[in-house]
């Protein structure tokens, strides 16, 4: 399990097209991948479980907590994200409830995050 943020060093200022905005690469694949959204209402869990595939969550919307093999959960704050790899038992749940975008793909590598990497 290893935790991540956005970071204003890593974000990109696009100006093609007559544009003007900041976008921070997530992750680049490129194979398949799953995207989803995800929203844990108030006290919701997703139940400890292997994970079938690599996955990384990245909470949009208010803050939960993650544990992985360990009985220790972590904080997941707005902006955070969370990779865990394909077999690591794991488990996401929330008091205040969140909204988050899960990527799934065989492919995903920590090296492949896009996001500065947090130590916690």
Known sequence: MEFYKLSNDLKRHI????????????????????????????????????????????????????????????????GEAVFWGQDEWHETKTETGFIGLMIESKEITPEQIRMEKLRK
């Open 15 to 78: 100006t093609e097209f007559n544009s003007d905005f900041f976008m921070n690469q997530i992750i680049s694949l490129d194979k398949e991948a799953k995207i989803g959204l995800l929203q844990l209402n108030e006290n919701g869990v997703i139940g400890y479980h292997q994970a079938t595939t690599p996955q990384l969550l990245y909470v949009i919307q208010g803050e939960g907590r993650v544990r992985n093999y360990s009985a220790n959960f972590y904080s997941l704050l707005q």
